[in-house]
């Protein structure tokens, strides 16, 4: 008998303030043909003054656990993925703990940018299979807004805020690719490229900093490494390119995602796309994609979903589950 951690539950929160790509025109030497083009993007949401990451995360989490008919008691393990955390301590996690009224089970941060949820849920995994934890909370959320330099147009049009949740459940199952639930995951990080994408700040540097990155760099180790993670996930999971139902790609840059779908010989129709409506939210993007997909009624039981992201570190990853 195997233990595989199925997903029993998805949701989202996105801040109620939309800003179009024209909004730049006005304060930036841009346009929103530029950002279309280049990356795909139409419009994020900002989160407000006073609304912070744990603010979006706690949402999401209510709607995960509504969609699972769950109760807060029912989570054994809570972890958040996110690099702008409210506070420098106590974690977000052990905060949306505390809004959600969870008084057991146990919180925790994973920071590993934008692969943070290829991070979390490749942790969720291990504690459920591990037999630590039954149920397990995995959130990505972010206010990236607070880490932008509005006056550098090659970063700032390019991120948003947000939040996704999903639960996980430990589920018998036969040991088969043919299981539902994270079949195998695939992780990787190269700290030699820490220029590449950085905040030019932190607590030990007593300030808070901006968002640095050389795109154009960036982009050109995305394309090769997200397929070449994909298909190591599929291989260790006795599985193809070709078995895909789905793939939910971290969010940057719709560039991005379809020269590793082209890579990966898949067809765009397979491929989960909210780059146009959040932008770049970091550790967010693939919870809110998945969740976006589910309430379009995109995934069936037993599809194969794979997710993969990369972000500052670098640090990269892939999952593969069936939904
Ligand atoms: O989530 C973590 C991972 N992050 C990513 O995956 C991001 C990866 N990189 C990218 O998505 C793309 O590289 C960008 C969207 C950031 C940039 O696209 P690009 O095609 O690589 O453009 P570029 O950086 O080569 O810039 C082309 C031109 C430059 O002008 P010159 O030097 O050719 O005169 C830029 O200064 O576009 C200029 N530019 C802009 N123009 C108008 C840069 N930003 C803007 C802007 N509006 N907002």
């Excluded at 790509?21 to 993007?41: K, P, V, Y």
């Excluded at 504690?127 to 959320?141: H, K, Q």
């Excluded at 007593?206 to 397929?227: Q, T, Y």
């Excluded at 796309?273 to 994609?289: E, R, W």
């Amino acid at each position: 008998m195997t233990i595989r951690a199925q997903v029993a539950g998805v949701g989202h929160y996105l801040p109620e303030r939309i800003v179009p790509n024209a909004e730049f025109e006005q304060t930036l030497d841009t346009s929103d043909e530029w950002i279309r083009t280049r990356s795909g993007i139409e419009r994020r949401h900002f989160a407000a003054e006073g609304q912070a990451t744990s603010d979006l995360a706690s949402r999401a989490a209510e709607a995960a656990l509504a969609d699972a008919g769950l109760q807060p008691s029912d989570i054994d393990a809570l972890i958040v993925a996110t690099s702008t955390p409210d506070l420098t301590f106590p974690s977000v996690a052990t905060m949306v703990q505390a809004k959600l009224g969870m008084q057991t089970g146990f919180a925790f941060d994973v920071q590993a940018v934008c692969a943070g949820f290829v991070y979390a849920l490749t942790n969720a995994n291990a504690l459920i299979t591990s037999g630590t934890a039954r149920r397990v909370m995995v959130i990505g959320a972010e206010t990236f807004s607070r880490i932008l330099d509005w006056q550098d147009r090659a970063t700032c049009v390019l991120f948003g805020d947000g939040a996704g949740a999903l639960i996980l459940e430990a589920q018998e199952a036969a040991g088969t690719p043919q299981d539902r639930g994270i079949l195998a995951v695939d992780l990787h990080s190269d700290g030699r490229y820490r220029d590449l994408l950085y905040v030019d700040g932190g607590v030990s540097t007593n300030s808070i900093g901006h968002l640095r990155m050389e795109g154009k760099e960036v982009f050109r180790h995305a394309v090769s490494k997200l397929a070449a993670t994909a298909e190591a996930a599929l291989e260790k999971a006795g599985l193809g390119a070709s078995d895909i139902d789905w793939v939910v790609p971290h969010q940057a840059n719709i560039r991005i995602i379809a020269g590793t779908a082209k890579k990966l010989g898949l067809p765009m129709e397979k491929v989960v796309v909210t780059v146009q409506d959040h932008g770049n939210t970091s550790a967010a993007s693939i919870p809110l994609a998945l969740s976006v997909a589910k309430s379009e009624g995109k995934f069936s039981p037993g599809d194969l979903v794979v997710t993969e992201a990369i972000g500052g570190g670098l640090a990269w990853g892939a999952v593969a589950l069936r939904w």
